[in-house]
């Protein structure tokens, strides 16, 4: 047994020296913490006292647990965790992955994140080993280790702060006199792109920030898109340096700008690139996607260009307008309480393309919809209760989507489906409950109030309106005489357009046209907004208007890996319940005031007759019975407009009322449900303590 034991030892020794070889032979370097732990391990074995064996037995334990947990640490597995959310949002989407697998050059992440600060916030704290998790994860998901990931503490006053300021990463403000460092920086050969900071309350979006700047940093040759719009996406904003859907666009994608002429400056935009003749049409093998925001005044000639651009394969993504909120802000008044004047037109339409395809589409007035309406009825908050294609691939990962003061889509032709022909599918529509309203209503000053009622009038068996559809086949040309400007030219010459191949008169290739009922639903407030720190800032997704027109253009030109990372905005739920009761009681309410108001306007029509009278005959001033009839009249319009104020007190009341029943259930359910609980549980034990 002696023996044996002075073998163990003699081995253990061995292990020992092997263990402090290996920090200067490389070819033991693998080797290194296996003979430490088989070292312990064999000299745990050599002591007689049993208390020793304990001793070492549970330092061999503690040694175990920690190389295990390195071991764990190190693999792709040991930063999976059980996502129990509804939407999955916490699990990487499948073009995540795909975009990591298919990485064909080198990433370097660089992250910094000052760990040791004072009054470091709670949410900060919270949120750093989330983003820990999140990026390791992805580094053991990228192709052949080609994703570097450098953790990078910037101490103040230290090379490693240096590095993050010149990185442009944000410094954070913790205290008075300390601050924070938590972004990061990806590049890949020369191409370089900065996460300023990792915003706690963003949290939903950190999959979409680093995927999409290592798919930026890795992209050579992005895909080019025409913008067409009656707004100059490159100034204004949130920002003041544009729209922030165009900063966001221009990550991904090469826009061209086409102004509401595109033909006029197409020739730029191929020299610039390189492409050759310009062929005068939109050529959808150079231009993939053309996006349409708001074509107010469009020309016959550049509506005739889209549905050329159609009619060869080309994908158009139309956002129209009853009401553009942008374009009203960019009108500047005269003088002071004149109506303002200039600017965007407000409204916007497809006359031609509409006419075609039997869309209807009020220019003037816009859709109040009861089920998705906000505390501002032209505002629309629509779930997934407004989208009725569970399998489309750009609405999938859509939680929420907002208007603002949209239109309706609907048939000119009752008798024919819009796009006949075609395929037509209704991505986004509305409820049953709602109404239409004319723009003008907005300007007066009993505008509010009739919004507020405006659901009073509204039928429950009107079909359905769509704010997004979309149509899909070979088009049929909406100018069957070819182009406007040459309506004028002799038979002759256009039959050598024709030959030319300038204009076509039936598709030749399948096209695709997105209808989008508000233009508004693109800019800041409504998709993105700026959130600012220092001198610089971040841009936050507040609704899924800008990855939804985003996953459209991913489908055109061929590129689905972003779709659903970029979509994970914050989920917005609506009341359904008590917006279906504040519906009925407004109903009533709405006819009961409509009913009063009749009765006042009665009454101020009758006394106006009798005054009228009087006006004619001066000796009937005098006269009692007229007098008494005018006192009537007054009192009977007095009555009326106090029970109107009445009425809308008693309104306003039971909806109070209604909202506090709500939210005193909502606290209370879950109290009054664990005390009863704890009762019964409590009456049980004692029940079964008597019995004994």
């Given at each position: 047994m002696n023996a044996l034991k002075y073998?163990?030892?003699?081995?253990?020794?061995?292990?020992?020296?092997?263990?402090?070889?290996?920090?200067?032979?490389?070819?033991?370097?693998?080797?290194?913490?296996?003979?430490?732990?088989?070292?312990?391990?064999?000299?745990?074995?050599?002591?007689?006292?049993?208390?020793?064996?304990a001793a070492f037995g549970t330092a061999v334990l503690a040694v175990l647990v920690f190389f295990v947990t390195q071991f764990l640490s190190d693999q792709s597995f040991a930063n999976k965790s059980i996502d129990l959310t509804e939407d999955n949002r916490y699990t990487l989407t499948d073009g995540t992955r795909s975009i990591l697998s298919e990485l064909t050059e080198p990433v370097t992440i660089n992250y910094y994140v000052t760990r040791d600060v004072d009054g470091t916030p709670a949410s900060f704290k919270r949120h750093i080993p989330r983003v820990d998790s999140f990026l390791r994860e992805i580094k053991s998901l990228a192709n052949d280790g080609r994703i570097t990931l450098n953790f990078i503490d910037p101490e103040p006053n230290t090379d490693e702060e240096d590095a993050a300021l010149l990185d442009q990463v944000q410094q954070i403000d913790v205290t008075q006199d300390d601050k924070m460092i938590f972004g990061a920086s990806i590049s890949s050969l020369e191409k370089k792109t900065v996460i300023p900071i990792f915003d706690p309350e963003q949290e939903t979006q950190l999959e979409f920030q680093v995927i999409s700047a290592i798919a930026e940093v890795t992209m050579r040759n992005a895909p080019v898109i025409g913008l067409m719009s009656a707004h100059n996406l490159d100034i204004g904003g949130q920002s003041q340096q544009g729209w922030l859907f165009n900063e966001i666009l221009k990550r991904s994608y090469d826009p061209i700008n086409l102004s509401m002429q595109p033909l006029l400056n197409l020739p730029d935009a191929y020299e610039e690139r390189d492409w050759g003749e310009n062929p005068e049409f939109l050529d959808p093998e150079k231009i993939k996607l053309i996006l349409l925001i708001h074509p107010a005044e469009i020309t016959p000639q550049a509506e005739f260009a889209l549905d050329q651009y159609l009619l060869r394969g080309g994908t158009v993504i139309a956002c129209v307008d009853p009401l553009s909120m942008v374009a009203q802000q960019?009108?500047?008044?005269?003088?002071?309480?004149?109506?303002?004047?200039?600017?965007?037109?407000?409204?916007?339409?497809?006359?031609?393309?509409?006419?075609?395809?039997?869309?209807?589409?009020?220019?003037?007035?816009?859709?109040?919809?009861?089920?998705?309406?906000?505390?501002?009825?032209?505002v629309l908050l629509l779930n997934k209760d407004a989208m009725p294609v569970e399998d489309d691939i750009s609405l999938a990962p859509i939680q929420n989507l907002a208007l603002l003061a949209a239109g309706g889509f609907s048939r000119l032709d009752k008798d024919r489906p819009i796009g006949p022909g075609l395929e037509s599918t209704r991505l986004v529509e509305s409820s049953y409950k709602y109404t239409f309203v004319d723009k003008q209503i907005l300007s007066t000053q009993q505008g509010a109030q009739q919004l507020r009622f405006a659901l009073g009038s509204r039928n429950e068996s009107d079909e359905k309106q769509a704010y997004v559809t979309h149509l899909s086949g070979t088009f049929e040309s909406a100018f069957p005489d070819g182009a406007p400007a040459e309506a004028e030219k002799t038979a002759e010459e256009k039959t050598d357009s024709q030959k030319e191949g300038s204009a076509l008169s039936s598709g030749t290739a399948r096209g695709n046209l997105y209808l989008i009922a508000d233009s508004d639903f693109l800019y800041d407030g409504l998709a993105y907004q700026f959130q600012r720190f220092g001198q610089s800032g971040f841009v936050q997704t507040i609704s899924g208007n800008g990855p939804f027109v985003l996953n459209l253009i991913d489908q055109a030109v061929g590129s689905k890996h972003l779709i659903g990372a970029r979509a994970r905005t914050p989920l917005y739920r609506t009341f359904t319940v008590l917006k279906d009761k504040e519906a009925e009681l407004e109903k009533v309410a709405g006819d009961r005031i409509n009913e009063l108001q009749e009765k006042a306007a009665q009454a101020n029509q009758e006394l106006q007759k009798i005054?009228?009278?009087?006006?004619?005959?001066?000796?009937?001033?005098?006269?009692?019975?007229?007098?008494?009839?005018?006192?009537?009249?007054?009192?009977?319009?007095?009555?009326?407009?106090?029970?109107?104020?009445?009425?809308?007190?008693?309104?306003?009341?039971?909806?109070?009322?209604?909202?506090?029943?709500?939210?005193?259930?909502?606290?209370?359910?879950?109290?009054?449900?664990?005390?009863?609980?704890?009762?019964?549980?409590?009456?049980?034990?004692?029940?079964?303590?008597?019995?004994r």
């Open positions: 073998l163990f030892f003699s081995l253990s020794v061995a292990a020992f020296v092997g263990f402090a070889l290996s920090f200067g032979q490389e070819a033991l370097s693998p080797y290194r913490w296996p003979l430490l732990f088989g070292g312990i391990v064999l000299l745990s074995l050599t002591p007689n006292s049993r208390v020793i064996r960019s009108a500047r008044p005269m003088a002071p309480g004149m109506p303002p004047q200039g600017g965007t037109p407000p409204s916007s339409t497809l006359p031609e393309l509409f006419k075609k395809h039997n869309v209807a589409f009020s220019a003037s007035q816009i859709i109040i919809d009861r089920t998705y309406a906000q505390q501002n009825p032209t005054r009228s009278q009087l006006t004619e005959n001066n000796s009937a001033q005098s006269n009692s019975e007229y007098q008494a009839q005018i006192a009537e009249f007054r009192k009977a319009e007095i009555d009326a407009r106090k029970e109107i104020r009445e009425e809308q007190k008693a309104y306003q009341a039971q909806i109070d009322t209604l909202k506090a029943g709500v939210f005193w259930k909502s606290i209370l359910i879950v109290p009054v449900a664990v005390i009863l609980i704890g009762l019964l549980v409590f009456i049980w034990r004692r029940i079964l303590t008597h019995a």
